[in-house]
């Protein structure tokens, strides 16, 4: 009896290797090659709609009358658009999205000398990080190094940070010194990679310090987060903990929630340093203890709380709005696809999957032809600003790509 019920056992997972897993892997694949298909019509409309770079037509967001939003090259988001294209040749390995992904690069380079704000990491190497990853040419090492330069001159040894934006009176009236944003954590990526490329440690330890000081000042006990800090520019203490774009100054803004997993994640690759996980793994789960079902968050985790007080001049309408943020989801999502590689915890990678699925469902991602041809729709840019809520986004559709690649490229189901 033993014996018979061993031997069925054994046809057991025999048959769930040979019918349950492939049926798994197929339903990967289609859900991939979907959702692909789904990214490239679109994304051909879009290159219908822009033309070719000029300097000024960036995909940025949709407008109230459902046309596209562009910015120019100055603004924080024009390298989005390049860097998905380049998740579309790494995901078709169609030329097209090469010669595409090339020529919206290529127009950026003016940037490499630009030090208006801290935003070079996401200009520079969402587009030619990407490209000196997946199609090497000579000259992009060197843009990346001199970004990298211009980057680092907002450095101070005093805040021991990069400045984000610059001092002087604030949207809302207050006046900042030194204001440094969890967003900021993105650009130091690009740090690492021109001390690789360069040999020269210099920018790797700003990165570290810096992430050092934001670990310090931005997170708080329970792993929530402030999203600015500024810093007192004499003593480079930190003089006042505030929001720009969350409900209040001390709530936890769900995208400024979502750059710091992503950050954090890539500082533990770049330099194996246990505490950065332990961080990010702190972040991770407390931004997946607020979550609702479907795994997309409201804009922020405190809206409309009592004890969470709106800055005096927020956009008093809307400020109590409870809108999801897409793009917070499609930044964690892509994120916690890199943290599961090397947390403990295996339920990293499952939420990742069920984010991708949400953010793939069409609750949230457009039908071709629509939403200004982006591909995901029902973002939120910033309620205190009154600005791009419930619209799409460049950056919540370079992070889906970036997740879509990362899930195609991961061994797991
Ligand atoms: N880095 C600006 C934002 O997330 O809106």
Known sequence: MKQQTNKFRKALALLC??????ACTNEKKSFITGNVDFAVGQTKLMLQATGDPTGNNYPRTMKNNGRLSTTNMYDWTPGFFPGSLWFLYELTNDTLWRHEAEKWTHSLEPL????????????????YGNALRLAPKPGYADIIIRSAESLTTRFD??????????????WD???WYYPVIVDNM?????LFAATRLSGDRRFSDIAVTHANTTMKNHIREDYSTYHVIDFDTIT???ANKATAQGF????????GQAWMIYGFTMMYRETLDTTYLDTAVGLADFYLAHLPEDLIPVWDFNAGEEGYVPGKNSNAVRIQEKPRDTSAAAIVCSALFELQNY???????????????????PNYRAQLGENANFLIKHCVGSIPHNAEIDKPLVYADYYFLEALTRYKNSSLK
């Open 17 to 22: 290797c040979a019918v349950i897993l492939p």
């Open 112 to 127: 490499k000398t630009f030090t208006g704000h801290h935003d070079l990491g996401f200009m520079m190497y969402c587009s």
């Open 157 to 170: 040894e005093r805040t021991q940070a990069i400045k984000s934006w610059n001092g002087g009176k604030n």
């Open 173 to 175: 009236g207050v006046i």
């Open 186 to 190: 993105m650009n130091l990526e690009m």
């Open 236 to 238: 480079g203490a930190a």
């Open 248 to 255: 209040s100054d001390n709530s936890t803004w769900a995208r």
């Open 343 to 361: 947390a403990p915890d295996k339920s990293y990678h499952d939420y990742a999957v069920k984010m991708l699925h949400s953010l793939a469902s």
